[in-house]
């Protein structure tokens, strides 16, 4: 959880520091992912339940513990893809890796909460 906390600082902060161009995209970029970082907290916090509950098998853990360790690293790919939208400015800045980084990061979002959304039922 210490890592989301990191996250959503991240989120918060950087919305503060993007502009110029490309802010609308990278500023939206931003924005939502205050709200993926909160649905996968949230996700995260009903498995915890779940797990100390006993009624996750060791399967179902691993499983979840896979797909949360790939959206954590995708939210860092995301991050360093922000910072250096942040150096680049104008026609040059990288709003194609922001992008793609971030579609990385939707599709993670959404593997961390389906799963727990099948194993909990």
């Known amino acids: 959880m210490k890592k989301l906390i990191l996250i959503i600082g991240f989120a918060i902060v950087s919305t503060a520091f993007y502009t110029g161009c490309s802010t609308t ?11 993926l970082i909160s649905s996968v907290d949230t996700a995260m916090n009903v498995w915890h339940d ?22 954590y ?20 800045a990288p709003t194609s890796d922001v992008t793609t980084a ?5 599709n993670a979002e959404q593997t961390v909460v389906d799963l727990v959304k099948t194993f909990t039922k």
Do not use: C, H, P, R
């Open 102 to 106: 971030n579609n990385a990061v939707l």
């Open 25 to 35: 995209q990278v500023q939206t970029i931003t924005k939502t992912e205050a709200v």
């Open 73 to 92: 690293d995708a939210q860092q790919v995301l991050k360093a893809a922000l910072e250096m939208s942040t150096v680049s400015t104008g026609t040059n």
């Open 50 to 71: 779940w797990v100390v509950a006993g009624k996750a098998t060791q399967a179902q853990v691993d499983a979840v513990k896979k797909a949360y360790n790939y959206y």
